[in-house]
């Protein structure tokens, strides 16, 4: 029990204003309308509702779904709880909720109170008739965090709740479960939704399956999920940028310079992933970071704002030391780190271009200007993959880049041979003729893939090391070619494969769009000059592939299917369409037409330019390939429009006056009756008063005195009419517990707190005041404040600061004396004072006290 900061929010929906995206992009609204299509919201169902919606890393799964719940399910009389397992998470989706919550206004919704729970904000505790509880799981899964989440329900979630589990993927880990399972007991008929970018993680997991009804979606609607977008789709117009995937060959013999060993390689079987050893000896290769280091400086003009993932803590540390002595201005944030959250939000305000991070950024963290995104790390997890890329993906309509350029550092292995290819990624079309199996990898000559390495011929070495005494021994050699590698000089050179990346796309009308490749250009340009004979002898998509095809990247099987198909039955290939080409299609570009027609459109479209901007989309056969309807459309250039106004939110203190009273409660009163409720506990030789100030830390304290004699001490804040009679007597209970042997907060200490009656409710009502009264400790401090210093006798102290209990063993406690002295109080008797700890009386000169040795200078 301890003070907590003031960390909600209520904002007054009516009198402020959202951010320019109200208006949602197709793919948003097309969400939005499967999640109302998918729940009933009229409360009348009486069984859990669950459902999986995806969404690719940066298509705005966070916004559209907080849009959804502000439009459809807070309207309808729902609390919202939004699980999230990571503080950074935690910080989004707050923001958004605060951002979007103007939306209410249309609903009649004059206010709402949104609270952020975590370890950095309000507890668990303090969760009591909220609207919007942003719940870390950390905080929602302990013992004592479970306590209180029927405090949090309330009657409106006991009725009506909708549960959000971000990053759905982590839902099966026991925290999750624990506290689904204790919602269940208090409302089964909530409604869970699990929010995803990675669906492949779905793959093989029977619980994760199960919980959001993927199994049983797929049999009766034909889909196991609400709703799902693909990054090709997203790709198609722009709302996602358009990716350069670039990888880097290190030119590094991974084998040979971080020490391969058999154990090494079989861990990796087993497991898919590198060991521990091995990215150890990968982080400290200068060699590589090097590499690195002078790939961006290199192409630092192209790739502009750039986050690069390293593979561990000292890692980074070792890229931002060379990134520094590069001259790149770089900063680097690793888990733990008390800046962490400062130094991104520097990252996202451009007051450095390089941003080197370990795992921070690859879920949540919103910085949408990213333009490159620097892999340094092998990896067989596309999940993974995907939300280290996604990051850099943010196109140009949702406040990102145009281009995203996804630079992959890679080194050469002969024993260990990665399957996952991110090139055969769906934003990625994989090329065939330039993979090679894991057979035939296998099968390879180990004389040829050794003969690649510059001025190392280590073959014989190899193949016949135990036959030629002769030979440097292999350790030597790997030595050897570790130290050339760590004073490699800044000339170090990397071999770059051709980058591929869309330029276009074939609009197929009911089919997906078929992306085209940089490669495959003259390829599609050569089908459509020989089609009539193509048509003619029915060639299939098998003989396209093998004879048009060649020497550049395959496109998909079914994506040929689809263009024959339209090709039979039109005698052309399907319209086409350049990326690049910025026309009326582009919503910037018609942002700026209806500004430069229509003046007064800053904020909303009036109807002359409605009426002209249909005739654009009705003219184009461009447009209405992307924007299947007007209203997609329209609410894409109204986004732009509106983007241009940030959110004006306006929040109201509802907090009331305090009022401290000195002396309200008797505690020894109210010591008794806990006496009485409790006759086990000891009441000898134990005093209890109040604290001499205000104080901000504790509610309560408890010193052993001597073996046997105990002084207990309540924050004089506490006296007050605003603080419950029982609320003190539970927090005597708790400092009676510690005085009878149980000084640390242990699970007995809080299995026996916790017998007392409505402990979580009163635990509530202590840990919640300042979020329910405007505490000014500074005027409460001058009010109640002394210079004089007393001092307890040497013992052991049991304090309990900020909510964690500390035992401080054989010290001096000291603590200030605050309270005025007032001479003309009733049973005063002129001439004398009284002693603050004793109660003792004293001649009104006297310094110290004469019964108890206490200090006893008022002021």
């Known amino acids: 029990m301890s003070y907590a900061g003031k960390w909600d929010y209520t904002i007054l929906t009516t009198k402020s204003k959202a951010d320019g995206r109200k208006l949602m992009m197709p793919h948003q609204q097309e969400a939005v ?56 998470l935690v910080d989004q989706a707050t923001r958004e909720f605060c951002n979007v919550a103007p939306i209410l206004a249309e609903h009649g919704i004059k206010k709402v109170k949104i609270l952020p729970i975590s370890g950095q904000h309000a507890g668990m505790s303090q969760s009591c008739g909220y609207d919007i509880n942003v719940c870390s799981i950390r905080s929602a899964a302990t013992k004592n965090g479970r306590r209180f989440i029927r405090r949090m329900l309330g009657t409106p979630g006991a009725r009506k709740v909708v549960v959000i589990i971000d990053e759905a993927h982590h839902a099966p880990m026991k925290s999750y479960q624990d506290v689904l399972d204790t919602i269940r007991g208090i409302n089964p008929s909530m409604i869970l939704l699990g929010l995803t970018a990675t669906p492949k993680r779905l793959e093989g997991n029977h619980l994760l399956m199960e919980m959001f009804n993927v199994e049983q979606n797929r049999k009766k609607r034909g889909n196991g999920f609400i709703y799902e977008v693909s990054l090709q789709h997203l790709i198609q117009y ?96 690793v888990s733990g780190m008390p800046n962490s959250h400062e130094i991104i939000e520097d990252f996202r305000q451009n007051k450095f271009d390089v941003l ?162 940089n490669d495959q250009l003259e390829a599609y340009q050569d089908l459509q000059k020989y089609l009539d004979s193509v048509l003619d002898e029915k060639r299939n998509s098998q003989f396209i592939q093998e004879n048009y095809f060649v020497e550049c990247t395959h496109p998909a099987d079914i994506d040929i299917d689809n263009i024959l198909s339209y090709a039979k039955h039109e005698q052309t290939l399907p319209p086409y369409y350049e990326l690049a080409e910025q026309d009326a299609a582009d919503p910037h570009y018609m942002a700026q037409r209806v500004l430069e027609k229509y003046p007064d459109c800053v904020d909303d479209l009036n109807g002359r330019a409605i009426y002209w901007l249909c005739e654009q989309y009705e003219s184009s056969k461009r447009i209405q390939s992307l924007y299947p309807q007007f ?44 006496y009485v409720s409790y006759p086990s506990l000891k009441s000898a030789f134990v005093t209890i008063q109040w604290s001499d100030r205000v104080v901000k830390s504790w509610f309560g304290i408890t010193h052993r005195l001597s073996a046997d004699t105990y002084k207990i001490r309540i924050n004089r804040l506490l006296s007050s009419p605003d603080v419950s009679r029982e609320a003190i007597k539970y927090l005597l209970y708790h ?48 009010r109640y404040k002394g210079s004089s210093t007393i001092t307890t006798v040497e013992g052991v102290g049991f304090e309990e600061v900020m909510g964690t209990s500390q035992v401080n063993e054989q010290r001096t406690v000291h603590a200030v004396a605050d309270d005025y002295f007032n001479p003309k109080a009733a049973g005063v008797v002129d001439g004398y004072k009284y002693c603050q700890n004793c109660g003792h009386r004293l001649l009104e000169s006297a310094r110290f006290c004469d019964k108890c040795g206490r200090p006893a200078i008022y002021y």
């Open 356 to 517: 080197i991070n370990v795992q921070m950024m690859t879920e949540g963290s919103d910085v949408p200007d990213i333009q490159t995104a620097f892999m340094t790390r092998e990896t067989n997890s596309d999940s993974l993959f995907m939300q280290m890329v996604g990051r850099a993906l943010r196109g140009s309509y949702a406040g990102g880049t145009k281009d995203a350029y996804i630079v992959d550092f890679h080194d050469k292995w002969e024993m260990l041979h990665f399957w996952f290819k991110p090139e055969g990624l769906d934003i990625f079309t994989t090329d065939e003729h330039d993979e090679i199996s894991d057979i035939a990898i296998e099968e390879e000559n180990t004389q040829i893939a050794n003969a690649d390495d510059e001025g190392v011929d280590n073959t014989e070495t190899f193949n016949n090391e135990e036959e030629n005494d002769d030979e440097i021994p292999l350790e030597k050699l790997r030595e050897i070619y570790r130290e050339i590698s760590k004073s490699i000089e800044s000339h170090w050179e990397a071999s770059i494969d051709l980058p591929r990346w869309p330029v276009g796309w074939y609009a197929i009308p009911d089919k997906p769009a078929v992306l085209v490749l």
């Open 631 to 674: 209203v997609s459309f329209r609410r894409a250039v109204e986004n732009i429009l509106s983007s241009r106004h940030r959110a004006d939110i306006i929040e109201t203190d509802e907090r009331k006056t305090y009022h401290l009273i000195p002396d309200y409660y008797d505690l020894e009163e109210l010591a008794d009756e806990v």
């Open 33 to 88: 309308d499967a999640l109302n299509k998918y729940f009933d919201l009229s409360g009348r169902t009486r069984q859990e509702q669950s459902g999986l919606l995806i969404m690719p890393t940066g298509s705005g799964k966070t916004f559209t779904t907080i849009t959804w719940l502000m439009e459809s399910a807070i309207p309808a009389g729902y609390r919202v709880i939004w699980f999230a397992h990571r503080q950074e």
């Open 238 to 333: 722009e709302y996602l940028a358009t990716p350069h995937y670039i990888p880097v060959n290190t030119e590094i013999q991974g084998d040979t310079a971080y020490h391969l060993t058999e154990k090494s390689v079989e861990l990796f079987h087993r497991f898919g992933e590198l060991p521990e050893d091995i990215f150890n000896e990968i982080a400290n290769s200068a060699a590589r970071n090097k590499c690195i280091v002078d790939h961006y400086v290199k192409n630092k003009e192209k790739y502009g704002k750039t986050l690069v993932f390293a593979i561990k803590k000292e890692h980074a540390r070792k890229l931002y030391e060379e990134f520094s002595a590069a001259n790149i201005s770089c900063n680097y944030v």
């Open 735 to 782: 400092e009676l517990l510690h005085a009878n042997g149980l000084w640390t907060h242990s699970d007995t200490f809080r299995n026996t707190e916790w017998e007392y009656p409505n402990s979580a409710q009163l635990d509530g009502e202590l840990d919640s005041l300042a979020l329910r009264y405007q505490l000014d400790y500074e005027e409460l401090k001058k």
